[in-house]
């Protein structure tokens, strides 16, 4: 079992920056692959941001490329994401995701956060 909790979600203005955490823990934390997520209103859940499952490269969705940056602490156990001219379009719930692969699909993770709320005004 994993548990993942995220913070560090909240408003903003358009084009200021934001850092979530997502505190990973369970007897095989370290086994997972984890990776970041984003529903807004009325919309599918989107992947974000991961690392690949030998932990040596990252993935980004092209909406997010260059403005966001996954990175995570040396034990592996809190993945962050560096989110930097944020847009209103950023505006959703952010989900900390585990995976036992690269995660790219929601068929990927076996486990979720239970998000949290990015708001990006105009």
């Known amino acids: 079992q994993v548990q993942l909790v995220e913070s560090g979600g909240g408003l903003v203005q358009a084009g200021d920056s934001l850092r979530l955490s997502c505190a990973a823990s369970?007897?095989?934390?370290?086994?997972?692959?984890l990776a970041w997520f984003r529903q807004a209103p009325g919309k599918e859940r989107e992947f974000v941001a991961t690392?690949?499952?030998?932990?040596?490269?990252?993935y980004y969705a092209g909406s997010v490329k260059g403005r966001f940056t996954i990175s995570r602490d040396n034990a592996g156990n809190t993945v962050y994401l560096q989110m930097n001219s944020l847009k209103p379009e950023d505006t959703a719930v952010y989900y900390c995701?585990?995976?036992?692969?690269?995660?790219?699909?929601?068929?990927?993770?076996?486990?979720w956060g239970q998000g949290t709320q990015v708001t990006v005004s105009s």
């Open positions: 690392f690949s499952r030998r932990g040596s490269s990252t």
């Open positions: 995701a585990a995976g036992m692969v690269t995660i790219t699909r929601q068929q990927d993770v076996n486990y």
């Open positions: 369970g007897r095989t934390v370290t086994s997972y692959v």
